[in-house]
């Protein structure tokens, strides 16, 4: 049994019955292939970076879950059929990240404020550097 | 005068994911925030010799930009 990661990304113009509606069909997925969902996250509407199939949206869904080597295949194949979703991909992760994630949750509350002040920072940096390159 | 100048815009090589106590670096691939600063205008990843980032966080860094860019979080090209 191994971990891994499921980014999927649903069609845009459905409401949130049927979202939750889709997170149900594709929990069972996995549970039909054997696996176990262990963390399900919406990230909600999100705009895309590029077009995918036409659409500049996307509902995010993020889903951490357990499965057999060999059913991954045939679940990366159940993703494809189902017709809301856009895209997908499954990464395998390591125990260390699976942890990781898994404890994420509290972590983010914490450290969110610090992370945006040493991007300030970093920002600052960056300017310096600017001047310096057009300085000499 | 040059010299220092040239030295100025070479010595602050902070890498910005390395952390004190040495413990191993995560950079999610969904954590855009985080490496939004280290692509360029044109969605082209930013060289360490410019962003002043070690080997080792670069690779992880790289990893996970192109990860992002398989599920549509970051772009593989800006169009203008």
Same mark, same amino acid.
């Given at each position: ?136 | ?25 995560? +950079? ?5 925030? $985080?490496?939004? =600063?280290?692509?360029? *205008? ?22 996970? +930009? ?5 599920? $549509?979080?970051? =772009?593989?090209?800006? *169009?203008?």
């Amino acid at each position: 049994m191994r971990s891994y990661q499921s980014v999927l990304i649903l069609k845009p113009d459905i409401d949130e019955a049927r979202v939750d509606e889709a997170v149900e069909k594709i929990s069972e997925f996995i549970k039909s292939n054997g696996g176990a969902c262990l963390k399900i996250e919406k990230w909600g509407k999100k705009r895309l970076a590029y077009r995918v199939k036409k659409n500049r949206f996307g509902i995010y869904l993020n889903i951490y879950h357990t499965l057999e080597a060999a059913q991954v295949a045939d679940l990366e194949n159940k993703y494809k059929l189902y017709d809301l979703v856009i895209k997908y991909m499954v990464v395998k992760l390591a125990d260390d990240e699976l942890e990781r994630a898994l404890d994420k949750e509290n972590k983010v509350i914490d450290g969110e404020d610090e992370e945006g002040k040493d991007k300030d920072k970093n920002k600052d940096k960056d300017k310096d550097k600017d001047k310096g390159e057009e300085d000499s | 005068m040059p010299e220092t100048k040239k030295r100025s815009f070479f010595s602050n090589k902070i890498c910005r994911f390395c952390n004190d106590d040495q413990s191993k670096v995560f +950079i999610d691939f969904f954590d855009v925030k $985080a490496m939004k =600063p280290l692509i360029s *205008e044109r969605g082209k990843i930013v060289p360490s010799r410019i962003s002043g980032n070690c080997a080792k966080c670069q690779r992880i860094l790289t990893r996970a +930009i192109k990860k992002a860019r398989n599920i $549509a979080l970051l =772009p593989f090209a800006v *169009e203008h």
